[in-house]
C-alpha cells in the first residue's frame, strides 16, 4: 500500500517570494509522483509528474519539483508566485504496478499575499 | 489534454431523494473511471473504480448499495447517491484515464457540490 504525507497544510506567502511545498511518500513498490493543483470549486489540473530520468521535473505555470528516492521525497518549488497561485496542492502516487489508482497527500493551501 | 466533463456542478435535494451525476470523457475513450469524494479542506478519496461493461469495484468502507455506479460506454459514469442525507453532502470528483496511457495523467471532472437539506 501507499501513503503520502504533505507536511504543511497551510502556506502563507507574499507575491513574488519562493514557496517551496513539501511531499513524502511511502511505499513498498516503486511509484510514479505527481502534483495537482486544485482552485475552489473546481476539479484537479496536472501541475507535473515524475515516471522516469531526471529527477528535477519542470511543470505548468513555473513549478518544478525534485524526486529524492532516498529521502522518498517529492517537493514542488517555484521561484516566484503570483496571487493567482492561491490554490490547493495535492501530492499523489500510483505504483508503477497493478491498479491505476492515486492515492492523494492531505493537500497544502497556499495563499498569496499581495 | 483529454477533458472530462461532470455534470451537474451542483445539486441542492432533500433527504430521502437519489441524485445522479455524470462523468463524460469528451474527446477520448475511458474504460475506466474512478470517483472521488472530498470533505472540506480534506483530501481526496477514492470511492470506487468504475469499469466499462462490469461492475464498479468499491473500496472498503464505502456502500455499494448508497453509491451506485454504472459505466455503461466508453465515454460515460454514472453515480447515483441513492436515498441521500445530510451526511452525504460532498464534492464529488471523477477522473478518467486514456486507454493505452493509463501511466501518465489523470484527467479529473470539475467536480460535483452535493449537498442534502
Known amino acids: 500500500a501507499q501513503s503520502v504525507t504533505q507536511l504543511d497544510s497551510q502556506v502563507p506567502v507574499f507575491e513574488e517570494a519562493p514557496v517551496g511545498l513539501r511531499c513524502n511518500y511511502s511505499?513498498?513498490?516503486?511509484?510514479?509522483l505527481f502534483w495537482y493543483v486544485q482552485y475552489p470549486n473546481q476539479g484537479l489540473q496536472l501541475l507535473l509528474k515524475y515516471l522516469s530520468g531526471s529527477t528535477l521535473v519542470k511543470g505548468i505555470n513555473g513549478f518544478e519539483a525534485e524526486f529524492n528516492k532516498s529521502q522518498t521525497s517529492f517537493h514542488l518549488r517555484k521561484p516566484s508566485v503570483h496571487i493567482s497561485d492561491t490554490a490547493e496542492y495535492f501530492c499523489a502516487v500510483t505504483p508503477f504496478q497493478g491498479a491505476q489508482k492515486l492515492v492523494f497527500g492531505q493537500g497544502t493551501r497556499l495563499t498569496i499575499n499581495p | 489534454g483529454a477533458v472530462v466533463s461532470q455534470h451537474p456542478s451542483r445539486v441542492i435535494c432533500k433527504s430521502g431523494t437519489s441524485v445522479k451525476i455524470e462523468c463524460r470523457s469528451l474527446?477520448?475513450?475511458?474504460?475506466?473511471m474512478f470517483w472521488y469524494r472530498q470533505f472540506p479542506k480534506q483530501s481526496l478519496m477514492l470511492m470506487a473504480t468504475s469499469n466499462e461493461g462490469s461492475k464498479a469495484t468499491y473500496e472498503q468502507g464505502v456502500e455499494k448499495d448508497k453509491f451506485l455506479i454504472n459505466h455503461a460506454s466508453l465515454t460515460l459514469s454514472t453515480l447515483t447517491v441513492a436515498s441521500a442525507h445530510p451526511e452525504d453532502s460532498s464534492f464529488y470528483i471523477c477522473?478518467?484515464?486514456?486507454?493505452?496511457?493509463?501511466?501518465?495523467?489523470?484527467?479529473f471532472g470539475q467536480g460535483t457540490r452535493l449537498t442534502v437539506v
Open positions: 511505499s513498498s513498490v516503486s511509484v510514479y
Open positions: 474527446d477520448f475513450q475511458a474504460t475506466t
Open positions: 477522473s478518467a484515464r486514456a486507454p493505452g496511457d493509463w501511466v501518465t495523467e489523470a484527467f
